[in-house]
Nanobody, 122 residues
Framework: VQLQASGGGLVQAGGSLRLSCAASGRTFSNYNMGWFRQAPGKEREFVAG????????YYIDSVKGRFTISRDNTENTVYLQMNSLKPEDTAVYYC????????????????WGQGTKFTVSS
């Protein structure tokens, strides 16, 4: 699977942004999908994940109620809608694809996108 993330940029605190990750090459609906982020000097961390069918999602506590992950298996794309953004959300965001049930762990991912960066200004 080739993954192409997009949607980064600069946004003010409290604003919204939507990231997209377009997949190609293999059957997109065979993979659970996740969004991770990596801030400067920090480890890459799981942010949100969604199962193959889109029927189940999971978020880290710090983004619950603000971020929404979704997918369109007809368009081979996964999205991350981010609202009420905070400066601490600033990072490079990566999408990933995994066959594993344990999609919160970055070690279980088979494919990664190139990352898209955005900055939240205070």
């Amino acid at each position: 699977v080739q993954l192409q993330a997009s949607g980064g940029g600069l946004v003010q605190a409290g604003g919204s942004l939507r990231l997209s990750c377009a997949a190609s090459g293999r059957t997109f609906s065979n993979y659970n999908m996740g969004w991770f982020r990596q801030a400067p000097g920090k480890e890459r961390e799981f942010v949100a994940g969604i199962t193959r069918s889109g029927g189940s999602t999971y978020y880290i506590d710090s983004v619950k109620g603000r971020f929404t992950i979704s997918r369109d298996n007809t368009e081979n794309t996964v999205y991350l809608q981010m609202n009420s953004l905070k400066p601490e959300d600033t990072a490079v965001y990566y999408c990933g694809a995994t066959r594993s049930y344990y999609y919160t762990s970055k070690g279980n991912y088979d494919y990664w996108g190139q990352g898209t960066k955005f900055t939240v200004s205070s």
